[in-house]
């Protein structure tokens, strides 16, 4: 896991990305977002927190399996630079109002 301050200009338009376009369940404080880096689909699991921070909790890479082209592999992925870069993508996306 890593958190992140984000700058006081970028926090809504930050904030307003992840609750646009992120998935979340019922009383829950997490949200899900698609991610594409590097060739790979991710779900980034990002919690948004006080103070202007947001926590990339996790990911889970989705490849393609190689025999069959509907079937999927997930892998969890914990690499602090990995989730870092994700999340990177999302402020970077928000902060250029994509």
Do not use: C, F
Not at 3 to 15: A, L, P, T
Not at 60 to 69: A, K, L, Q, T
């Amino acid at each position: 896991m890593i958190s992140r301050q984000i700058k006081e200009n970028h926090w809504k338009d930050v904030y307003r990305q992840i609750t646009t376009y992120g998935r979340n369940t019922p009383l829950s404080l997490q949200y899900d977002i698609d991610v594409n880096y590097n060739g790979v689909d991710y779900i980034l699991k990002v919690q948004p927190v006080q103070n202007r921070k947001i926590s990339a909790l996790q990911a889970i890479g989705v490849y393609p399996e190689n025999d069959r082209s509907d079937s999927k592999r997930y892998r969890l992925i914990d690499d602090n630079a990995i989730l870092s870069a994700l999340l990177e993508i999302i402020i970077y996306q928000s902060s250029k109002g994509n």
